[in-house]
């Protein structure tokens, strides 16, 4: 009976602090996501259904916060009425009140991780996909500050910020422009100050208005040895206009299943397979890219290592000495080109392996989040149970606010650290259990003072410890 009135009481209070944490997330996605959804004429169900496929994603917040609280409102009401002074007088410890609620806390650390490995990658790829058909019915929304966005068929754009009442004045654009006889590369990039998307009512044609920029475009020749220079074509506009046809996105279907995949998208046995396929990936590369450079500095065609005799005729201060004065300044202007093109490569190079790094290490989180998820579960309410039988005090008043900022702190730590991960200034492993790993002793620790009848701090003995020191101190001046 004393097992099943416990764990009555804490599925009353959980599934209650569930349905509250949960309404408030999704209430903040709705803010989050309201430039996307208003103004577009959808349906109720198509926002529904955009909600219905974002919820599962805010599980991995929601859940442990979740038994945090509960625990500690739970813990907290039987400790502030008595009722486990009266489970003690009978013999009944603090783990043995703790049993049944154990039993429950790892089945739900189960069920939680097969969620996050089977249900949160769906819904990720269905909100992910639904999303993007929405956001084709305005084509401005298409376009995403500081990331490339497909527009059409043959444009990827990119903006660094947006502005005006439909979003329609762009500033700092990049433009990748896809070549349909040479669909394999971006062969055409322009770049321009700013721009703006000017569309009549009920065209079909959308004008991308650029102002002040470049058009690049790499030209293909047959012949390898020219090929190697990389040659390109560069030229400068005041004003560019680029005209996108609509058709598709004036006939979107919200139905509609497109090719998306990232990282919150797959699951465990598919992202061991995709770690390894983009770590291999990566080494290619930079392997490629060392061979490469080690080619263009010239090195591989040095046949003869041996050091050269000494001219005994005449020394030379500089290698240009032994060029003809005429020729002195073309052969220093082209070192010059090599050198500066060699480093731009090499920035370049940098730029993307960064992006690779960073795209590598973000499915490595992911991969491991899906078991931080469960564990979290554990540990938390291995905080939150002997914290609330410490504080005796329940209810939604102090157990709340404590709860909340042990969270956040849970939260932010595991914020910073996979943000430092992203870029490789913290391991992915290292990165994704820090905040559990710091959580693990702090619930050992309330379990064994909760379990002993201690307090969290014991300000008796410390003022004590004070006094006896005072009184050695005035027993030694005698």
């Not at 429950?104 to 069920?111: D, K, R, T, V, Y």
């Not at 969270?407 to 650290?417: K, P, Q, S």
């Amino acid at each position: 009976m004393l097992d099943r009135y416990i764990l009555v009481t804490f599925l009353k209070t959980f599934f209650s602090v569930f349905i509250i944490l949960m309404f408030i997330f999704v209430l903040q996605t709705i803010w989050l996501y309201i430039s996307e959804l208003a103004g577009k004429d959808l349906d109720v169900w198509v926002v529904l259904k955009f909600l219905w496929y974002v919820s599962p994603r805010l599980i991995p917040l929601v859940l442990p916060l979740t038994v945090l609280v509960t625990s500690l409102m739970v813990f907290g009401s039987f400790a502030e009425k008595y009722e486990f002074a009266a489970m003690k007088s009978t013999g009944i410890s603090l783990q043995r009140a703790m049993r049944s609620l154990t039993f429950f806390i790892l089945a739900l650390a189960g069920i939680a991780f097969l969620f996050a490995n089977n249900v949160i990658p769906y819904s990720e790829y269905k909100w992910q996909n639904l999303r993007r058909n929405i956001a084709q019915v305005s084509p401005s929304m298409v376009i995403a500050e500081g990331q490339f966005s497909q527009v059409g068929d043959d444009f990827n754009i990119k903006v660094e910020k947006k502005s005006g009442d439909r979003d329609q004045f762009l500033e700092n654009v990049v433009i990748h422009k896809k070549n349909p006889q040479r669909p394999n590369g971006n062969y055409t990039v322009i770049i321009a100050d700013n721009g703006e998307l000017v569309s009549s009512e009920g065209s079909n044609t959308l004008s991308l208005i650029l102002n002040d920029g470049h058009y690049y475009d790499e030209i293909q020749v047959r012949n390898p040895q020219k090929q190697k220079s990389q040659p390109f074509a560069k030229s400068y506009f005041e004003s560019y206009t680029i005209n996108i046809d609509l058709t598709a996105f004036n006939s979107t279907d919200i139905e509609k299943e497109n090719e998306l995949n990232n990282h919150n998208m797959y699951k465990i046995n598919e992202l061991f397979v995709e770690i390894d396929s983009l770590s291999n990936s990566y080494t290619k590369d930079i392997e490629a890219f060392s061979d490469n450079m080690y080619f263009r500095s010239g090195f591989s065609k040095l046949k003869d290592t041996r050091p050269k005799e000494k001219d005994s005729v005449a020394a030379v201060n500089s290698i240009l000495d032994i060029y003809n004065p005429d020729l002195q300044l073309s052969v220093a202007t082209t070192a010059l080109n090599n050198v500066r093109g060699t480093l731009q490569a090499v920035q370049a190079k940098k730029t993307e392996f960064l992006l690779k790094t960073k795209r590598l290490n973000k499915h490595e989180i992911a991969l491991h989040e899906k078991y931080v998820l469960a564990i979290a579960c554990i540990i938390l309410f291995f905080v939150g149970a002997p914290l609330g039988a410490i504080i005796r005090k329940g209810g939604m008043g102090l157990p709340m606010v404590v709860a909340v900022l042990l969270f956040l702190t849970y939260h932010f730590i595991g914020i910073f650290a996979k943000n430092s991960a992203e870029d490789g200034s913290m391991h992915p492993f290292i990165a994704s259990w820090l905040s559990t790993a710091i959580m693990l002793p702090l619930s050992i620790w309330l379990t064994y003072r909760a379990t002993t009848d201690q307090g969290i701090f014991d300000i008796d003995s410390f003022l004590q410890r004070f006094s006896r020191l005072f009184k050695k101190k005035e027993t030694a001046s005698e």
